[in-house]
């Protein structure tokens, strides 16, 4: 796994840990004790499906650990040296890569693990310093989170086995619906699926009105807060952009749940981060202190506003409610970027197959992660504003093919799936795609092969956005 160029940024300007990404102060990978712990990351990571391990912060503070900053980084953290330490001590071999990012003109690694075990990675040789065993034979580790919401790298408890079995038995069937999908391509799955003693996914109208109310919600708890945070004229114009929304509703609900830390914590620590700035953004050490989350009227909320002169412009709204309500709105990269591409005039369609990929696979990540319970349903609705008039153009992957389409006349779409928690992330692509079909047809009649969604999705979760 390769991450892109915009994650390894993100992951050392707002660093935080969650199940998928940990950090850890300087540790000298030749010394025995830190060799242990860089394993037992690295490992925990993989047996989690994959993540970051990032090196050089205070896991407490979040801050540079400026006084243990060795002054040979680069070399103790060369990728050949790390990737044999994790194999002298891998019973079943994966490979890392190790990036160094820069913030503030110091470099720090980030080890990335990539996701797709198959089978839980154990210790395979014992590594022993001073009669002190570090790493014995046979233990498997695994990132869990505590009572407090806070993650952590532990031994895989007893309960432990059923979230690593579960992510096991999901990458082996990830791998058999691809080939089954392959092999029934243009056929209607809806018989295979009964014959197998599934159940086509079909919209419920409890869940389906429940999404229309967090939209309907969301969207007015969104005015309030931009009117009273109060927007100069440049923020003003980012109101009338691409805007995208997100409405999760997860069945049950959870009657009663307070919006404490420790709801928040785990609702953060259980997003896999998937890109540089993921769906349901951590803002809780935002340098704007006015872009962190507050609890407002049952739940969280956050108005993120970030212009940027070299980098996209970031106007975001989210609202998390412990009860299984989930709301974000999104100015979308189309208009973000008037330097690289005019706003009001394109639609990156591969841009939000993963948008809409990442926030599938985020909603079961954290539905999982709050405890429900795996019969529960979730319910997705997007919408999309300010379409009318665009194109569609691959325009930030143009090596990647799409036949354009447009300009469209339709000015907001809205679409609706329902998606049980028990979901395989191989099923993720054909849920995207059952999400935007509505919406790219809007361009001149426009459909994408199920080979772009299977593709695409893939990359996306894959964690493999980079060139």
């Not at 720090?108 to 001073?130: E, H, N, Y």
């Not at 003003?236 to 952009?241: A, C, E, F, I, S």
């Not at 706003?343 to 954290?366: C, H, K, N, Q």
């Not at 504003?385 to 093919?401: M, Q, T, V």
């Amino acid at each position: 796994m390769i991450p892109d160029d915009d994650q390894l940024r993100a992951l050392v300007a707002r660093p935080g840990e969650s199940l998928n990404v940990e950090i850890k102060r300087w540790l000298d990978p030749s010394v025995p004790m830190a060799a242990s712990k860089i394993v037992k990351a690295a490992f925990a990571l993989r047996n989690r499906n994959g993540g970051f391990l990032v090196i050089g912060f205070d896991d407490a503070t979040l801050q540079p650990d400026i006084a243990n900053e060795p002054s040979d980084i680069r070399a103790k953290y060369h990728q050949d040296d790390i990737q044999g330490l994790i194999s002298r001590y891998a019973n079943e071999p994966f490979e890392v890569h190790v990036a160094l990012s820069e913030r503030e003109g110091r470099v720090f690694p980030v080890i990335s693990v990539p996701q797709g075990v198959r089978v839980p990675v154990a210790v395979k040789t014992s590594l022993i310093d001073a009669g002190s065993k570090l790493l014995e034979v046979g233990d498997v580790y695994f990132r869990t989170l505590a009572a407090n919401g806070m993650p952590s790298t532990a031994k895989a408890r007893p309960q432990d086995w059923r979230d690593i079995l579960d992510i096991c038995f999901d990458n082996r069937e990830a791998d058999i619906g691809r080939f089954l999908r392959r092999q029934l391509a243009g056929g209607d799955l809806t018989n295979l699926v009964a014959a197998l003693g599934g159940r086509p996914t079909q919209p419920v109208d409890k869940l389906r009105e429940r999404c229309a109310a967090i939209l309907s919600g969301g969207e007015a708890s969104f005015g309030k807060a931009t009117a009273e945070r109060g927007l100069d004229a440049h923020e003003q114009t980012l109101l009338d952009g691409l805007t995208w929304e997100v409405a999760l509703a997860i069945d049950p609900a959870k009657a009663g749940a307070l919006p404490d830390r420790n709801f928040f914590s785990a609702f953060a620590a259980s997003n896999p981060k998937y890109t540089g700035w993921p769906v349901w953004l951590d803002a809780r050490a935002m340098t704007d202190e006015r872009s962190r989350p507050v609890v407002r009227s049952g739940a969280w909320e956050a108005l993120i506003i970030a212009p940027s002169e070299h980098m996209a412009n970031r106007l975001e709204f989210f609202r998390v409610d412990p009860k299984g309500d989930f709301y974000l709105r999104r100015l979308l990269q189309d208009d973000a970027v008037p330097k690289r591409i005019e706003p009001g005039t394109r639609f990156d369609p591969v841009l939000m197959i993963y948008r809409v990929s990442e926030a599938i696979a985020v909603g079961l990540a954290v539905a999982k992660g709050l405890g429900w319970d795996e019969t529960a349903t979730l319910g997705f609705m997007f919408r999309w504003r300010k379409l009318r008039g665009r194109r569609l153009d691959s325009w930030a992957n143009p090596i990647i093919y799409i036949p354009g389409g447009g300009p469209t006349q339709q000015d907001e779409v809205t679409t609706f799936i329902e998606v049980p928690l028990a979901t395989a992330p191989g099923a993720i692509a054909s849920l995207v795609e059952a999400a935007t079909r509505e919406l790219f047809v809007t361009f001149d009649g426009t459909t994408l092969s199920k080979e772009t969604y299977e593709d695409q999705a893939r990359r996306l979760l894959e964690r493999r956005l980079g060139p």
